[in-house]
């Protein structure tokens, strides 16, 4: 069963670890300045903190009940479709001279639109 308050210590938790690695890669990264292969693995050792994140996630999707599943698919669609388009839109609109757009940047407009997602299909299903 879905508890808001263990869904949220689990993020949280997850959350924390993710930005204990990025900080503490930083840091190496400024004290040590590797290069090479330790370069890289400094720098992809933030991503074992997304890892946790996208478990904690799928977790919380597993214990939810339907209604919050089909709300959360709802939000996720709306999400995915949101940002194909503003991607597609945005190469486009680089040919003529818009500013490149990083893949860095696509995930917060993805989770911008989940979040926008959510608030629509939660009004939806009152």
Do not use: C
């Not at 992809?44 to 959360?72: F, S, Y």
């Not at 709306?78 to 940047?105: C, K, M, N, Q």
């Not at 995930?107 to 009152?126: H, N």
């Amino acid at each position: 069963m879905f508890s808001i308050k263990r869904y949220s210590v689990e993020l949280s938790g997850a959350l924390a670890l993710y930005a204990m690695l990025l900080l503490g890669a930083n840091a190496a990264d400024r004290v040590f300045e590797p290069d090479g292969a330790a370069k890289m693995a400094l720098t992809l050792l933030p991503i074992l903190g997304t890892v946790i994140v996208a478990w904690a996630v799928l977790r919380g999707l597993r214990r939810m009940d339907e209604l919050q599943r089909r709300i959360q698919f709802d939000a996720i669609v709306l999400s995915f479709t949101g940002t194909a388009l503003a991607t597609f839109a945005w190469g486009f609109a680089e040919g003529v001279g818009a500013p490149e757009l990083r893949a860095f940047h696509v995930w917060p407009l993805m989770a911008v639109l989940w979040v926008v997602g959510v608030l629509i299909a939660q009004r939806r299903y009152r």
